[in-house]
């Protein structure tokens, strides 16, 4: 196998330990079988080459949801394999032997803090941007073991360095192994680089975030700012590079009729293809890159799906499609046992413009249960999330109040009569308050520009998505088809229970049609 050489001599004590790094992590069987397949039987290595066509990702022409469109994005992901093999495996005079394989492979994906992860992503970024020839403000301090790194990013920047992840996803999850190219569709982000211009820039409270030029915007974003923006808003996004190695070197070994569970995208590709629904391609990928949880994989699906639009086993109720109120709502979302995730969509007017223009934001709630049809705080653990214009987390602070009579409608966090989310029962009216009230989630603004005193939103539209998977979805429809079983058993009336007619309830009813006041005295 790759280290065949270890089998005429003593494996060495670093070999040993990094054997022992790649296999904790899982991956020393597929090491070992990538590196005989794509090794040179005479120099038992590896050339530099093979390496760099074995991680390329080329995407010439990609679809993209946003009018953001930096025109160097498809040369930048030709740079994506040389960049990492340059970076990480050390070649000698006959190529990449297995020890070089080994440790280059521990070095960009072997166990390591997120903070160190993310640090791999910006200095492969900062790579592919030099061999693209563009400048670049990012520095990093030579022969550091930390991988320190100083320096900005311009919101354009992190544009890129977002779709570039994104990108390595898109291929792990949709292209199959017998093809070298497909198609890349590039989601709408724009709430997410916001998220991070708002967190690591200095901007005033005239920042119009609603009708930003994100490619335009000139304003840095310190590194170090950055890294912890991402650790607390997307830990996740480092993932990426990971799945995105194992994925390459999976089809470097596998027949083309065992290349794994990807699916290549053949639905509609057209930029405005999931812009109706408020869970977009961009605000799903978004969710998902907050810190891993039982719903992380089922948002993935929703964002890598061939048409996203044509989900309708996630989307359970629509209030546009469904019918707008309490009811409504209620009779497609009962029965169901497992997490969801509610998006509503409002109109205010911004009180500092001029003109009262009517701003639309976006927010959210994760629920780790079914809703239930009660007049108390209930529920476990989940998030808010403020979605558009700008994107951010609010996660469960661990305290939690005692059951007291609600209002009539949906409630998220906060108090009673103070309801941090409130959805009043007819869906017309959305209370958004102050974090203050609010004990159950992380402090912060879900809206922009809200202050300390209540705000009243028209709401435009709703979106309940269950996130539970088949299993809960099943579970709810044989849930349905019992009520809807028992409805019809109660509505039916067998006459033949009734001895004469003065007994039958359509005497009952014509006696009170015809003098519903008239005391009748009871027979005993």
């Known amino acids: 196998m790759g280290a065949s050489s270890s089998t005429e001599q003593p494996a060495s004590a670093e070999q040993r330990e990094l054997e022992n790094i790649a296999a904790s992590t899982g991956a020393l069987p597929l090491l070992q079988k990538s590196f005989s397949n794509l090794s ?27 009018q953001q469109k930096p025109e160097p994005f498809p040369r930048l992901l030709d740079h994506l394999g040389s960049s ?32 160190m992860s993310l640090n791999i992503l910006l200095r492969i970024f900062a790579m592919a941007v030099k061999k ?33 992840c994104w990108a390595m996803l898109w291929n792990v999850r949709t292209l199959k192994s017998s093809e070298r190219k497909g198609n890349l569709l590039l989601p709408d982000i724009n709430h997410l680089v916001l998220s991070a211009v708002v967190a690591c820039a200095e901007v005033d409270s005239s920042f119009d975030l609603w009708n930003c030029d994100i490619v335009g915007l000139d304003v840095q974003l310190p590194v170090g700012k950055f890294l912890n923006w991402a650790i607390t808003t997307a830990p996740i996004l480092s993932d990426c590079l990971t799945q995105y190695v194992n994925r390459r070197l999976q089809i470097s070994v596998l027949a083309e009729d ?22 977009t391609r961009g605000r799903a990928w978004a969710i998902s890159l907050a810190p891993r949880s039982t719903i992380t994989e089922e948002i993935l699906k929703l964002c890598f799906s061939a048409d996203i639009v044509g989900t309708d086993e996630n989307l359970l109720y629509r209030s546009s499609t469904h019918g707008k109120g309490l009811n409504r709502f209620w009779s497609n979302v009962e029965g169901y046992h497992g997490p969801l995730l509610v998006l509503i969509s409002a109109n205010s007017e911004d009180a500092y413009q001029d003109n009262n223009k009517a701003r639309k934001w976006i927010i959210g709630a994760l629920t780790q249960q079914g809703f239930e049809n009660k007049d108390t705080f209930y529920g476990s653990s989940g998030n808010l999330y403020a979605i558009s214009p700008i994107f951010h987390v609010f996660s469960p602070s661990g305290r939690v109040y005692e059951s007291h009579p609600k209002p009539v409608g949906i409630a998220f966090g906060g108090t009673t009569t103070n309801e941090r989310v409130f959805i009043d029962e007819d869906f017309a009216k959305l209370t958004v308050r102050h974090h203050a009230m609010d004990k159950t989630y992380q402090p912060g603004s879900l809206i922009p520009n809200q202050g300390f005193l209540p705000v009243e939103a028209s709401i435009s539209e709703v979106e309940v998505w269950g996130l539970g998977g088949k299993t809960a979805k099943e579970v709810q429809d044989s849930y349905k088809k019992r009520e809807e079983l028992f ?38």
């Open 258 to 279: 065992e290349a794994g569970s990807s699916e290549s995208i053949s639905g509609d590709m057209s930029p405005n293809a999931s812009q109706a629904l408020l869970l």
């Open 84 to 115: 990492i093999v340059d970076l990480f495996f050390l070649s000698e005079k006959g190529g990449i032997n297995w020890l070089g394989f080994l440790g280059g492979y521990v070095k960009c994906c072997g166990r390591m803090s997120t903070s």
């Open 40 to 66: 040179d039987p005479q120099t038992n290595a590896i050339s530099v080459q093979t390496l760099q066509q074995c991680f390329h990702l080329c995407y010439e022409d990609p679809v993209c949801e946003s």
């Open 487 to 524: 409805t019809e058993q109660r509505r039916k009336v067998d006459l033949k229970t009734f001895a004469t007619w003065d007994d039958s309830p359509e005497k009952m009813m014509m006696d009170m049609m015809g003098d519903p006041n008239r005391v009748q005295r009871e027979d005993r």
């Open 132 to 164: 693209l020839g563009l400048s670049s403000n990012l520095e990093f301090e030579p022969d550091d073991a930390d991988c320190k790194i100083n320096g900005s990013l311009l919101p354009s920047d992190l544009l890129l360095l977002l779709w570039m």
